[in-house]
């Protein structure tokens, strides 16, 4: 019987990640043709294959397809699904349906290392990578290290964890705003930063998430069947499962994905809120399942979220950021009230 259930959930989840990906593309399609100038579908459908070779269009048409929004378009998408599997890591992890990825100070360490490096004024790069980008991710990845050393590394408990996590992002974002309060003139660069943006896209930031994502998927679904029995609670040390290194495995995935993705677009927040429990309302709590259709919700969302606001205030842009909050902020209040009113 259980047997025959597992099959019909594989089945599912087979079919809705075939849906998934074909919304996907036509998805990431339409966002080729919206923006401050917007393109028919058939020029952007010509402009891709004339780089290829195949056919002729507009120069311009081809510079601004290639150039600007599918590295950006991409972008969104890989950064949306990797902050979604970071978001079912550490609501795993943490058995709380409210944690997020930036749980342990990832986003508040990022941004103290993309503000320092614009302080500094640095303006080198490292394989195509930008001295802010690369700061972000050090800041970030510190940021995990000093709140698991201040936890034990896991062995203190899920509320040292947390607890730790709460206090090093305070730190750190007190920090920020002393060298804020400093330097005036980097004020409104960082403030933007920490809004979130793709504007700045280019092909080796996606190559770069592409990687931090397949790394943190694959590895996650290999831990998929243990970070259940974690999540099962007590049960995990009869079982076999070792339930300290489990959760650091997974945290340190989850940081993994969250710095690199904070590291190529600024902080954006709800996405590794939003995309888990809209997955797991309707396959629920198997994270054979879970992560894969969340990576996926995950990146549609933040695709479109960032297609909206290229064109909501256009010729202006809209912060990501801004958008995503605009929509995660009513579910998390949403989330809340379901919680305290018992219907979890």
Do not use: K
């Not at 479109?304 to 605009?326: I, N, Q």
Request: net charge positive; glycine share 12%.
């Amino acid at each position: 019987m259980r047997a025959a259930s597992y099959i019909r959930r594989r089945g599912f989840v087979a079919r809705a990640c075939a849906v998934l990906s074909i919304v996907s593309l036509l998805a990431l399609l339409g966002s080729l043709c919206v923006g401050s100038a917007p393109y028919a579908f058939c020029d952007v459908w010509r402009a891709l294959f004339a780089r290829l070779g195949v056919g002729e269009a507009s120069a311009t048409a081809e510079l601004v397809i290639w150039g600007i929004r599918l590295p950006r378009s991409l972008l969104a998408y890989v950064v949306g699904a990797a902050l979604a599997v970071s978001g079912v890591l550490m609501q795993g992890v943490f058995r709380n349906p409210m944690a997020e990825p930036g749980l342990l100070g990832v986003s508040s360490g990022a941004a103290l290392g993309a503000a320092a490096a614009m302080l500094l004024g640095l303006q080198a790069s490292f394989l195509g990578f930008s001295a802010i980008s690369i700061c972000a991710f050090a800041g970030g990845a510190l940021a995990v290290l000093m709140v698991l050393g201040v936890a034990g590394a896991g062995r203190g408990g899920l509320t040292a964890l947390l607890l730790s996590g709460v206090a090093v992002s305070a730190f750190l974002s007190a920090l920020l705003s002393g060298l804020l309060s400093v330097r005036h003139e980097a004020l409104e660069s960082v403030y933007m930063w920490t809004l979130g943006s793709f504007a700045s896209a280019s092909f080796a930031d996606v190559a770069l998430a592409t990687g931090a994502l397949a790394l943190a998927l694959v590895c996650s679904m290999a831990l998929a069947r243990d970070l259940n029995v974690v999540c099962a609670g007590s049960e995990a040390q009869l079982l076999g499962v070792n339930a300290p290194r489990v959760r650091l495995a997974a945290l340190s995935l989850a940081t993994l994905a969250t710095a690199t993705a904070v590291s190529v677009s600024g902080v954006i927040g709800f996405v590794g809120l939003t995309a888990p429990h809209a997955v797991r309302r309707l396959t629920g709590s198997d994270h054979r399942s879970l992560l894969p259709l969340s990576a996926l919700t995950g990146g549609l969302f933040l695709l479109l979220a960032d297609a909206l606001s290229r064109t909501l205030l256009a010729p202006a842009e809209l912060p990501v950021g801004v958008t995503t909050s605009l929509f995660g902020g009513p579910f998390f209040l949403a989330l809340i009230r379901r919680y305290r009113g018992g219907r979890a």
